[in-house]
């Protein structure tokens, strides 16, 4: 199991030790077909994973405005979600530098303009932006902390009526979870459920 949980724990790491092997994966989200580069250090390396893709497929947008996907890997929820609407203006941040020089790749490699991503912890890249809408697929397996304050950070970095979309296993943190919502926006409702996994959606008032 330690070793299991060390080749989780890798994947929010800032430098992954292990040598880039790349891929590329192909996949239809929300009707488009979309190209990925990944490789290993990265999570989901061969496929878009069950999680992300419930993500995707359930994300509410605004009409314009700011969206971030934190936590953003290879970058397939924000390039997504930048390609559904060109009036937005996607930030994709992430610890993992390996992911942010994939996630450049496949902006080009997906030819979307209205998206970009930053390198670092956290909201810490964004600092000063007041976002409509927040996307994660956030780092469980790397521990519960992190995630406690992606929720409880979350509202600094909210314009009013803003919203908080985030993706769990429903077995492992769906009540847990829940709690952390409640507890620092006062609502929590469940987007959807599918596969194993709830979209957990709050509202800044």
């Known amino acids: 199991m330690h070793g299991k949980r060390e ?11 292990s040598k880039p092997k790349t891929r590329v ?3 239809i989200l929300r009707g488009k077909p979309f190209k990925f580069i990944t490789a290993s250090g990265v999570f ?3 496929r ?44 994709m941040v992430d610890v993992n530098e390996r992911a942010v020089q994939l996630a450049k790749r496949n902006i080009q490699l997906n030819n979307i303009r209205n998206v970009e991503v ?7 890249p964004v ?11 956030p780092p469980v397996s790397a521990g519960m902390e992190n995630v406690k304050a992606i929720i409880a950070e979350a509202p600094k970095h909210m314009a009013n009526k803003a919203n908080l979309q985030m993706v769990v296993r429903s077995k492992i943190c ?14 929590v409702r469940v987007l959807a459920i599918k596969s194993g996994y709830r979209v957990l959606i709050v509202e800044k008032h």
Do not use: Q, W
């Open 174 to 187: 769906g009540k847990r979870l829940r709690a952390f919502f409640e507890e620092s926006f006062g609502n």
């Open 127 to 137: 600092k000063g932006f007041a976002f409509d809408t927040i996307l994660s697929n």
């Open 118 to 124: 930053r390198k670092g912890n956290l909201y810490e």
């Open 25 to 27: 994966v192909e996949a």
């Open 7 to 17: 080749s989780v724990n890798h994947y929010f790491a800032e430098h992954p030790r």
């Open 44 to 46: 989901s390396k061969k």
């Open 48 to 91: 878009i994973d069950l999680g992300t893709r419930v993500l995707i497929d359930s994300m509410l947008l605004p009409d314009e405005g700011l969206v971030l996907d934190l936590g953003c890997g290879y970058g397939a929820v924000g390039i997504v979600a930048a390609a559904l609407n060109p009036k937005l203006r996607v930030i």
